[in-house]
């Protein structure tokens, strides 16, 4: 296993990174629902995690309605040194009917990061993470909230995921300004087959020395399964279904941070209540067609392939974040892709 920083910090991280979505009661939740595993099969691949030197793990307060944190927090605790491993969590997406049980408020913050802990069954979080941007509450209400968590003692680091490079250099902005924390790392969508993140978030983040922690770096499976296999989890969750199950894959009309309200046809975060219309208008960009040719075990691709045009995208510091099975199966190969003659 390699190990890089997070971010400009001093912790260090194994390069990939254990996401845990796929971890939790399936029958709870707005994330998880039919395909989820449960808490022997979770214990069974973190415990594979640990053994090939994995020591990052991230989760969120909403996967499979808390579970996934609860079976984590478990199986950490049995498994694993605390100071020895990272572990991650985020807030933002809904955790009950309420009016106030969603967003990046200051009540909702503070109310969130103390449920969060008594899941995890830690006193701390190395890192957390807002889930999505807010757009009903003032970034200088978010970052001071989050300051105060890290203040506090409750969280050692603050991330990000799923924004416009706009938004995220706002919220940046507010807390240098102020003398707040900054986030360290940027969760963004970003893989062979969606690469709108190299236009903007990913040259930001270079600038700024945020450290990327993609989601969905096999495209959610989709790059190393063969063309055309349908698997439990696309049966049964939209967000699955943006990646198609073919082997030619054209994106021109693909919002990464979610498109709430939008009647298109097209699966989106629409399943999500809460998220921004605004998100929705995104910026679009087709990037032509490529085709993927997955066979069994690649190696790591992201921060060693060379794309576009021979240039490498991504950051040194770069942590990837495969989904179930990912560590197991391995990860796709920068021999996977063929450009079409549409180039880019």
Known sequence: MEYTRLGNTGAEVSRICLGCMSFGDNSKGITG??????????????????????????TANVYSAGTSEEFVGRALKDMANRNEIVLA???????????????????????EVDQSLKRLGTDYIDLYTIHRWDPDTPIEET????????????????????MGAWQFAKAQHAAEKHG?????????????IYREEERDMIPLCR?????????????????????GTVTRRYDNEAVGKRFPVGGSVRFGDYPPGGGAGRKTGRADDSDFPGVAAEQARRHRADFGGYQAE????????AGQCEIDRGRDPLPGRTVHRPQRGGILRGSASDSL?????SGY
């Open 33 to 58: 629902k039919g395909w989820a595993i449960d808490e022997q099969s979770s214990r069974a691949v973190i415990k594979r995690a640990l053994e090939l030197g994995i020591n990052y793990f991230d």
């Open 89 to 111: 969590t985020k807030v933002h997406f809904p955790t009950g009917e309420g009016r106030n049980c969603r967003g990046l408020s200051r009540k909702e913050i503070l109310y």
């Open 143 to 162: 970052m001071d909230a989050l300051n105060d968590v890290v203040k506090s003692g409750k969280v050692l680091y603050l991330g990000a995921s799923s």
């Open 180 to 192: 707040w924390t900054k986030f360290v790392t940027m969760q963004n969508l970003y893989n062979l």
């Open 207 to 227: 600038d700024m020395g945020v450290g990327l922690t993609p989601g969905a770096p096999n495209a959610k499976g989709r790059l190393v399964r063969k063309p």
């Open 294 to 301: 997955p066979f069994g075990r690649g190696r790591d691709w």
């Open 337 to 341: 892709w063929k450009r079409d003659k």
